[in-house]
């Protein structure tokens, strides 16, 4: 079955950069999405990208897509306390979402 | 705009108790699913509807029944509540396979003692 896969946990300094990865499974994905969560609140889509593309900038963040590795990541520039969440990939399958566990962001000041 | 809303946010059952948790969407979506957040799991999909009278199961269906009478609805039905279904559950809906963002509820946090 379809799987995306991600890393736990990073900690970066305010003000540095922050690199999250992601893998898929799916290559017929059409769209691959970044969403944030707070804690306790609902999920905020980021930004995404469709699977044609190789980049995708947009403000402090950068989403970069290696179809040919199913690899997929997200970078938060000047990464900022406020940055702290739970980061989750996702890539969508014809009628749903597959989402990945989800990395933990932590910005230390 | 209205967006997704779902209904209750929060529910304490006791176990074998049974509910239904609501969810509409406003934007005349066809496809609308739902999902169960756990610690560490992130958000796995339970049901799933591409439109007005279809359904289908995703990955975690067991103990969970759907329906979809309308473009608008997707209630989730848990027939005899187990502390196995303590979880957060989000509601999506998004305009079909074309469509490029999923529009998510603000979850409905459900404990089963």
Request: net charge negative.
């Amino acid at each position: 079955g379809e799987d995306v896969e991600q890393s736990l946990f990073l900690s970066v300094r305010e003000g540095d950069s922050s690199v999250i990865n992601c893998t898929y499974t799916d290559s017929s994905s059409t769209y691959l999405y970044w969403y944030k969560q707070e804690p306790g609140a609902g999920l905020q889509l980021l930004t995404y990208i469709f699977s044609n593309m190789d980049m995708k900038q947009d403000q402090r963040l950068t989403v970069l897509l290696n179809k040919k590795d199913k690899h997929l990541s997200l970078r938060i520039a000047d990464t900022q306390t406020g940055d702290s969440a739970i980061y989750f990939c996702a890539e969508k399958e014809r009628t749903a979402l597959i989402f990945g566990k989800g990395t933990t962001l932590s910005v230390s000041s | 705009n209205a967006g997704v809303t779902q209904t209750p946010k929060f529910q304490v059952l006791k176990t074998g108790q049974s509910m239904t948790l609501q969810c509409a969407q406003d934007m005349n979506h066809e496809y609308m699913s739902w999902y169960r957040q756990d610690p560490g799991m992130g958000l796995r999909l339970i049901h799933y509807s591409v439109g007005a009278g279809i359904t289908d199961q995703g990955e975690v269906p067991n103990g969970y029944n759907v329906s979809r009478s309308t473009t608008e609805d997707f209630p989730l039905r848990l027939l005899s509540a187990a502390p196995s279904q303590t979880s957060v559950y989000f509601c999506a809906s998004t305009t079909g396979p074309q469509g490029t963002e999923a529009f998510f509820g603000q979850g409905t946090r459900l404990t089963v003692v």
